[in-house]
């Protein structure tokens, strides 16, 4: 979490979040602080997850956005975390601190568990084949989904504020940067229909689902915009490779992602279709990946807090400077 975010955040503003949706603050349980503040926390003995987003991270429309869609894919069968009401009858609350505030928000807790990435068989055919099934569903659906406002309209991927790469990279990466907006300037050639483009997750990767007797149930959709289909597909690739298959030869990761896809792509057809042009673009969302996530660590750490990661940013910086993505198809 930025500095400037953990200076205003207290159990004050917690407390008075948990109150406003009737959650007991003693049973209160941090899960996460990299971009919201995530708890677990119990109403009448239930587990729910209450989060806190800042907003200088998100507006509470768009929040409210992110919300209208969640619930639009639940209600068309999609399996994810729905978002619930404050005692107020609100989806949304502010807390204000200073001239900023804290949306509150708060959703069903997935049943099941995250994959286990000590388990070499995981993740299992089949659940390969449910991830896909369901993005390939959450997919088919979104091309009819429409916000209830103008205000609530998530934005397009390109208008994310890590797309300025020069605002947090130094400028000894000015290198890196150039790449960065070459990957942008390449994708203003791809078409935008409705087949290939809509409202997407962005970001379903093993740590944003739990898997209960094979089916899976998909949260955190805070990074929800405009993007094309196939870079939902390319994310799940990207980041089962990345925990999967560290350290090991490249030859070996790229028969590992060749077998993933292919499961992985069974499952997505049986509810949604895109053209082959797509599955040959997957190595242009893996590059972007790359250096979205080479952006995301300059922006949340320090100099001294990056080195804990040098290994990693290491390996992701010589795959941009060579402009190859992680694995080859």
């Known amino acids: 979490m930025e500095r400037e975010v953990e200076q205003q955040f207290s159990d004050v503003v917690l407390f008075d979040a948990a109150q406003r949706f009737g959650m007991s603050t003693d049973s209160l349980k941090l899960l996460g602080d990299f ?15 209450l989060r806190l987003t800042h907003s200088s991270h998100r507006s509470t429309d768009m929040v409210l956005g992110e919300i209208e869609w969640i619930n ?3 209600e068309n069968g999609v399996s994810v975390a729905r978002a619930i009401h404050s005692t107020s009858g609100k989806l949304a609350e502010e807390i ?10 708060m959703f069903q807790k997935a049943r099941g568990r995250l994959l286990d990435r000590t388990n070499p068989v ?5 659940v390969i084949f449910e991830w896909g099934k369901t993005i390939g569903k959450m997919h088919r659906l979104t091309k009819h989904f429409q916000p209830s406002e103008p205000r609530f309209r998530r934005p397009q991927w390109f208008e994310d504020d890590l797309m300025c790469f020069e605002k947090y990279l130094p400028k000894e990466d000015k290198h890196i940067i150039n790449i960065g907006y070459s990957l942008l300037e ?10 290939c483009y809509g409202l997407i997750h962005t970001d379903v990767h093993q740590g944003n689902f739990f898997v209960d007797e094979g089916r899976i149930t998909v949260f955190d959709f805070d990074d929800c915009s405009y993007q094309w289909f196939a870079s939902d597909i390319a994310i799940a690739l990207y980041y089962i490779v990345w925990r999967k298959c560290s350290g090991r030869p490249q030859s070996e990761k790229d ?20 053209e082959e042009f797509w599955l040959n673009e997957i190595p242009f969302f893996l590059k972007l990946r790359d250096i979205t996530l080479y952006t995301v660590f300059h922006q949340k750490f ?8 040098a290994k990693l940013l290491d390996e992701i910086r010589s795959r941009i400077e060579r402009e190859v993505p992680i694995v080859n198809l």
Request: cysteine-free.
């Open 302 to 309: 320090d100099q001294d807090n990056l080195q804990r990661f």
């Open 186 to 195: 390449y994708a203003k050639n791809f078409p935008q229909s409705q087949d």
């Open 96 to 105: 204000h601190v200073g001239e900023d505030y804290f949306v509150a928000s």
């Open 122 to 126: 995981e993740p299992t055919p089949e």
């Open 35 to 49: 971009e919201n503040y995530v708890y677990e926390g119990k109403i009448d003995d239930v587990s729910y997850v």
């Open 255 to 274: 028969a590992y992602a060749k077998e993933f896809l292919d499961n992985f792509m069974i499952g997505y057809n049986t509810e949604n279709r895109l």
């Open 72 to 74: 639009y894919l639940a």
